[in-house]
């Protein structure tokens, strides 16, 4: 009989250590030339020449299996800036050769209005693999490594709708401090089913009732009350998904049915694509440049992750995916990632 193969030597921790650490080099590198990408385009056109849009992704494994919980709801990882190619180019060629004003043309140029995002970014996303596990990478860290490109489904909303959102979630982020300081009231857990959080509430409520116990403060009575109140219709919260939020499922929100990210290199440039009798302009930029929204998203991603859940199955193209596939993707020349733009406030 032939003998079996030997086992690959495993890994020392150093290693481990030295890819990691490689890795997240990388993928910072790809966001920061995503990013120089995105500015240029925003510093050459004005505000009425372009439309924002936010990009979300969620892990919807195709076998059925579990999500990974960090990905279990939307998470927007990059804002899109799309603008109309003519328009773009004729403003670098004036900048470079130093006109003043914009000649006339007889071509007409689409403004922001008549642009159409969604379709850009739909047409666009099959060939950002990559740049998608970055800004993946980048807004969620290292839990998301093994999750193959493939899985991720996405969704799209303008700026404003992404702004409702988020208001939303800090809202929600008050709403659960309220709710841990109630239920360490009533001495039950917020994850407590509500029959359970009744069944003590009305064992307190008949304890502390000052008409049955003349020792009862009414201070805590009220107390008492007011947390069940609160606990019982669970901080009064709808729509506690992001889709959700702002009745988003409703109007901004728009899931990109049967789009699937690829690509397995990245150069960070612009893309161009063309939508109808138009040729659009599209590059992206990772939302942890605003201070604000990455601590919101932080703090939604620490309760999230607090879900256990087994440790998907292979990764075609994972961040992982593994060195080679991103070293191929990062400028060979430079030792240092690039370094990312100063944040904005919201």
């Not at 076998?63 to 670098?92: N, T, Y």
């Not at 403004?111 to 800004?135: C, N």
């Not at 991720?152 to 659960?176: H, M, R």
Request: aromatic residues 6%; hydrophobic residues 40%.
């Amino acid at each position: 009989d032939a003998a079996a193969p030997a086992a690959a030597p495993a890994m020392s921790k150093q290693a481990k250590d030295a890819a990691r650490k490689k890795a997240a080099a990388a993928m910072r590198d790809i966001a920061a030339k995503n990013a120089k990408s995105y500015v240029k385009i925003v510093a050459e056109l004005s505000r009425e020449e372009y439309r924002e849009y936010v990009l979300s992704v969620r892990h919807a494994p195709a076998d059925g299996s579990a999500a990974l919980p960090i990905l279990s709801d939307w998470l927007p990882i990059a804002e899109v800036v799309v603008a109309d190619r003519q328009a773009f180019e004729a403003k670098q060629f004036f900048k470079e050769n130093n006109v003043s004003g914009i000649p006339e043309t007889d071509q007409v140029m689409a403004s922001a209005e008549q642009i159409e995002g969604v379709p850009a970014i739909k047409a666009t996303l099959p060939s950002l693999g990559l740049d998608i596990m970055g800004m993946t990478f980048i807004m969620a860290g290292p839990k998301v490594k093994d999750i193959p490109v493939e899985e991720l489904e996405f969704g799209v909303e303008d700026w404003g709708s992404f702004e409702n959102a988020c208001a939303g979630l800090e809202a929600q982020t008050g709403t659960k401090e309220r709710m841990a300081s109630a239920a360490k009231v009533l001495g039950v857990n917020v994850e407590d089913e509500p029959a359970e959080i009744k069944r003590v509430y009305r064992k307190l409520i008949a304890t502390e009732h000052p008409d049955r116990n003349p020792n009862a403060s009414i201070e805590k009575f009220n107390a008492i009350k007011t947390a069940y109140d609160l606990m019982s219709d669970r901080g009064g919260q709808s729509g506690t998904t992001f889709e959700g939020l702002g009745d988003k499922a409703k109007r901004d929100f728009v899931k990109l049915e049967g789009i699937k990210a690829g690509g397995a290199s990245s150069t960070g440039a612009a893309k161009v694509v063309t939508v109808g009798n138009s040729k659009i302009t599209l590059a992206m930029r990772s939302l942890t440049n605003y201070d604000r929204i990455a601590n919101i998203f932080n703090a939604r991603n620490l309760s999230l992750q607090s879900r256990s859940v087994p440790k998907p199955a292979g990764a075609s193209q994972s961040v992982d995916a593994s060195a080679d596939a991103v070293d191929a993707s990062v400028d060979a020349s430079s030792d240092e990632p690039a370094a990312a733009p100063e944040p904005v406030a919201v």
